[in-house]
């Protein structure tokens, strides 16, 4: 064995050696982007520590992984923040992480977590706690469904999952009287929203939205409910909050959600044939209908950008999200429209990896903006870029969120923090963080950022696996 993890070392040390070789020769296509960083222009920093980390992620996923609170489903992964809590959309990213890593028992336990949610609830909440439990987040638990099956081939398993697909799917495309939530508009595309009570937005009104915005506390009720109510479909996108909606979420229709959904469609039609149920002609006209839709309402030719349709104002929103990318990871984007959004990548990317959204006068910060980095983005860009052939582009991007990372993981910056209550905090060497920023630091901004182990060891994990593992990409090295 130890001759075996030897010939591996070196070997990986040459694959490491000959993709950063490579790497580094990309200069074509350059442009510029408002803070004058050159996307192309970047050379891997710490690439001889990349092995090690990616190793202590794989070694530390068990003592990671838990039963969240209120759910007894056994082998599951959850994030502990304060207590075992599950969120939804953080398990895509952090599956994609454990799949590379063969961690399929606790890859599927964080299927059946979400399942479970389904089946009590009829939709699947941002986070099974009673601040999540009113709305749900950006639907990727069908592509969860997709990718765990391709990788066992378990139709026994398919089997069960094809229904809880389908019941999800209807969430968020029902328009009886009897729907949890109004989610479609008149267009026929989805938007976020939530299902919260009156009590429940103040609530978030008075608690959250007047410390965090600065919001004025002795305003009408009317006014908080419908500042409340935006902001509640605002956390359902996941991103709780950012500029990309004007502060008028329930008035767009969002481009990841209905990509998303066209994944549905398309999957549901795989998964009929896979279990010999049906030929998935009715999903693939409904993929069809809605891929259509997109095109309509969501690329904005003028920019070259997929964005969120304001169906209020007849618009397109006024700010990109690194969402933007969304059709390209559904593949339901032209050639045309894919080189386009190639061309406006700097908008999204700095020296330390892709921002949420681009660049913006608003005052207020955000979690979700131009300064923050977000490891899901970075998985999310990458596997869109590579479905349309700029595999040097998503290495690059892979690249400086390992760097990101690993920067941090070593020498923590910054490496104390103050909480609300005054108290300051020294933070370690060893950890991944929940959030970062474009200049490389932890993202203390607003609020502290927590020791994080989900999607951003899954992102490491992917990233990882994408530049080293299992890497296809012929470099020219020069």
């Known amino acids: ?27 074509k296509n350059s442009k510029t982007s408002k803070t004058g960083f050159t996307p192309e222009a970047y050379t891997a920093l710490y690439a001889d520590k990349w092995s090690a980390i990616n190793d202590s992620v794989k070694a530390g996923w068990k003592n990671h992984s838990g ?36 961690e399929l028992k606790l890859a599927k336990g964080g299927i059946n977590n979400l399942k479970a949610e389904l089946d009590k609830r009829g939709f699947i909440p941002n986070a099974n706690t009673d ?23 378990d139709k026994k398993w398919l089997k069960t999952m094809y229904a809880a697909v389908l019941k999800e799917y209807k969430f968020w ?15 026929g595309l989805q938007r976020y929203f939530h299902h919260a009570t009156e009590t429940e937005l103040l609530e978030l009104y008075d608690q959250e939205l007047t410390s965090r915005f600065d919001f004025p ?8 409910l419908n500042i409340a109510s935006q902001f ?59 891929k259509a839709l997109i095109q ?57 990896g892709i921002v949420a959204c681009e660049s913006t006068d608003e005052k207020r910060i955000y979690q979700w903006d131009h300064i923050s980095v977000w490891s899901p983005m970075q998985s999310l860009v990458i596997m869109a870029l590579d479905n349309y052939g700029f595999k040097e582009d998503a290495c690059r991007i892979a690249m400086k969120h390992l760097d990101l990372i690993t920067a941090n993981f070593f020498n923590p910056n910054p490496s104390t923090y103050v909480d609300k209550s005054g108290k300051k905090f020294y933070r370690l060497p060893g950890g991944i963080y929940e959030k970062y920023t474009r200049f490389g630091t932890i993202n203390d901004r ?30 020219t090295i020069k």
């Open 67 to 102: 039963k969240p609170s209120n759910n007894a489903v056994p082998d599951t992964f959850a994030y502990a923040f304060n207590e075992w809590t599950l969120f939804y959309w953080d398990l895509y990213f952090t599956q994609i992480g454990l799949l590379k890593h063969n």
């Open 131 to 153: 601040w999540g439990e009113n709305r749900s987040q950006p639907p990727y638990f069908g592509i969860m469904v997709k990718e765990f099956y391709d990788f066992t081939k």
């Open 296 to 352: 309509k309402y969501c690329w904005n030719d003028e920019r070259g950008l997929f964005l969120d349709y304001d169906f209020v104002n007849n618009r397109s929103s006024k700010v990109a999200a690194a969402t933007a990318f969304s059709p390209l990871f559904a593949g339901l984007a032209s050639k045309y429209q894919a080189d386009r959004m190639r061309e406006n990548l700097h908008l999204f990317e700095s020296e330390n």
């Open 232 to 290: 509640a479909a605002e956390a359902e996108s996941g991103m709780d909050f950012t500029p990309r909606f004007e502060n008028r979420c329930s008035e767009f229709i969002a481009v990841d959600l209905n990509s998303n959904l066209y994944l549905y469609e398309k999957y549901l039609a795989y998964f009929e044939q896979e279990l010999k149920i049906g030929n998935g002609q009715q999903w693939l006209a409904k993929a069809r209908k809605r």
């Open 1 to 27: 064995m130890k001759k075996v993890s030897r010939y591996y070392f070196i070997f990986s040390a040459l694959v490491l050696l000959l993709l950063f070789s490579g790497c580094r020769s990309l200069q």
């Open 446 to 475: 607003e609020y502290n950022a927590s020791l994080m182990y989900g999607w951003s060891a899954g992102a490491f994990a992917f990233a990882y696996d994408y530049l080293i593992v299992n890497s296809q990409h012929n470099f």
């Open 217 to 224: 506390k002795d305003i009408e009720k009317s006014k908080k």
């Open 173 to 187: 495309t029902d328009t009886s009287a009897n729907r949890i939530e109004a989610n479609t508009t008149e267009l």
